[in-house]
């Protein structure tokens, strides 16, 4: 084998450089995979807040430059006290992808609707030291979590997305176009061009689909006279990511209600590091690379809250696609943190999102939502259904997402924070999962964290 095919060969090691128009396309390939999902919880939450044009395009810069920066980390970690320290570092130093998490957005939906923006970014903001703590104390804390809580967490947020994603595919609750005939085609076009790229396409074309189904709703709705180029025209071509544009509020139970999923989304980030691990390089995960983990997930969150947005997580798309290709280099999938970072520079990129219709992204997707909720099933399958699980889930999704969707007058009564953690069910099925499982301690075989294919 000459030189050049061992240089080529780096690609499925972790460490080495191969050259840069090897490693371009397949780092670039991520960013594709991730830059819907990436941007949309921003789109939604900025639709619930009220934030204009230039409002979104700074949501959506911040949120491209945060989740490249915190996968460099996630690539390259940092250690915290020394490098000779055996204390836990920033990063696993595995192939993690980072970006926007769909798992805060309902219950940013509710902060927002309470307190605003500063409210969402200020409870984002303090709730992620949970997960940070998490990250060092992961063995100890892990027997609370057991599959079957994480499972009925990822069906509530599944079905209160799903909602949110009906709302954008008739053109956004409130819009004066909201629920006609335009909308509704527009919504299904993108639908089933997602759906086709998923049944019948390959490799790029397959993970690349909610981008392939935005770019068809682009062009659709061109032709169809629904798209406004102002903001895009007015945007610039280069801006400096600036911290702390639309301020804080600091809210007891705000703080609470984040610090509750970022449990959850320290569980997912195991689930992504260890699929990446088992995959790629047929072994679980160490502890000291899901410390670094969830710690770097911590500490990305952290950043977006001060970068204006929402919380990071591993995506669960790009730990796919690792397992798929079996690319594990890091600088290849390094080249995509930097096009993240640098496309965060450039607010003309995040404008062109922001002037797609709502209809387009409530098309593209409502079926990431679905996914969501079908992990979650998974999740309570693979734990089992015996009849202590049985009895922890009914009482969960009972008083969890009964009481949460129910009459007021259910829950009016009740002290103030314990009525504002009850209207949110992701929350309050999250902390009653918790308490049940304490109630009903699980068996052996229910305390292990089981991957989310």
């Not at 997960?131 to 609370?144: D, N, Q, S, T, Y």
């Not at 689930?271 to 047929?282: K, P, Q």
Request: glycine share 12%.
């Amino acid at each position: 084998m000459n030189t050049n095919d061992d240089r080529k060969n780096l690609i499925y090691q972790l460490n080495g450089r191969p050259p840069f128009l090897v490693a371009f396309p397949l780092g670039l390939q991520h960013v594709l995979a991730m830059f819907t999902s990436n941007l949309a919880p921003c789109f939604i939450l900025a639709g619930v807040v009220g934030l204009d044009g230039p409002g979104k395009i700074i949501m959506a810069q911040c949120a491209m430059f945060i989740s490249g920066v915190t996968t460099f980390f996630q690539l390259y970690p940092f250690p915290l006290f020394g490098r000779k320290s055996k204390l836990p570092r920033i990063g696993a130093e595995l192939p993690i992808v980072m970006g926007t998490s769909f798992a805060f957005v309902p219950t940013s939906i509710t902060i927002g609707n309470a307190y605003g923006l500063p409210g969402v970014l200020g409870g984002a903001l303090v709730g992620s030291l949970v997960e940070f703590v998490m990250g060092f104390a992961i063995k100890p804390l892990k027997k609370f979590f057991p599959p079957l809580i994480i499972g009925a967490v990822l069906i509530a947020i599944g079905i209160n997305l799903l909602k949110a994603g009906t709302g954008y595919w008739a053109g956004g609750v409130g819009s004066a176009s909201y629920g006609s005939p335009q909308n509704m085609l527009l919504g299904l076009l993108v639908f089933v061009s997602v759906i086709l790229c998923q049944r019948f396409g390959r490799g790029m074309m397959q993970v690349s689909a909610l981008l392939i189904g935005i770019l068809v709703g682009y062009v659709a709705s061109f032709f169809m006279g629904m798209l406004d180029f102002s903001a895009l025209l007015g945007a610039s071509w280069f801006a400096v990511p600036i911290p702390l544009r639309f301020g804080y509020e600091f809210h007891l139970d705000a703080i609470l209600s984040f610090a509750a999923l970022y449990v959850v989304s320290g569980l997912e980030t195991i689930g992504n590091t260890s699929g990446i691990t088992v995959a790629a390089f047929d072994r679980e995960a160490t502890v000291e690379e899901t410390s670094g983990a969830i710690i770097a997930d911590s500490f990305g969150s952290m950043l977006a809250s001060v970068f204006n947005t929402l919380p990071n997580t591993a995506f669960g798309q790009n730990a796919g696609l690792v397992a798929m290709t079996r690319v594990v280099n890091k600088f290849a999938i390094a080249t995509g943190a930097a096009t993240l970072v640098l496309a965060g520079f450039v607010p003309k990129v995040g404008a062109i999102f922001t002037i797609m219709p709502n209809s387009v992204l409530g098309g593209a997707i409502i079926g990431v939502f679905a996914m969501i909720t079908i992990n979650g099933i998974k999740l309570i399958a693979k734990a089992g259904f015996s009849q202590r699980n049985i009895t922890v889930l009914s009482v969960t999704f009972a008083l969890g997402m009964g009481l949460a969707t129910g009459p007021e007058a259910m829950t009016s009564q009740l002290p103030s924070l314990v009525r504002y953690v009850m209207k949110d069910s992701v929350v309050a099925v999250c902390i009653i999962g918790i308490i049940m499982n304490i109630i009903f301690p699980p068996d052996g075989e229910s305390v292990a964290v089981i991957t989310v294919d």
